[in-house]
Nanobody
């Protein structure tokens, strides 16, 4: 059983940066692919970024490509989402998730989820 706890969200203005963290415990972190998803009010949960076990392979959604980056520290059991040049459309609750599969964009494949952290971007 893996527990995931996100942090780093907040309220910022257009163009600002934030770094989200997701701390994992209770499992072998380096055996999981990790991902970030987000959900805005009234919208479905949306894939943002994923990273493989060792951190050598990442997948970034087109909507945030060039602005967001995902990374992980297997020594500290943390996965990060660096978000630059934030826009109002990035406002959402951001969730990290873990899967035993290869990194992918399908929320249904991720067995473990954090509670989410709110990111609000205002113009």
């Amino acid at each position: 059983q893996v527990q995931l706890v996100e942090s780093g969200g907040g309220s910022v203005q257009d163009g600002a940066s934030l770094r989200l963290s997701c701390a994992a415990s209770g499992g072998t972190f380096s055996s999981y692919s990790m991902a970030w998803f987000r959900q805005a009010p009234g919208k479905e949960r949306e894939f943002v970024a994923a990273i493989n076990y060792g951190g050598s392979n990442t997948n970034i959604a087109d909507s945030v490509k060039g602005r967001f980056a995902i990374s992980r520290d297997n020594g500290q059991n943390i996965v990060y989402l660096q978000m630059n040049n934030l826009k109002s459309e990035d406002t959402a609750v951001y969730y990290c998730a873990a899967t035993n599969s290869r990194p992918n964009v399908w929320a249904w494949d991720y067995k473990y989820w954090g509670q989410g952290t709110q990111v609000t971007v205002s113009s």
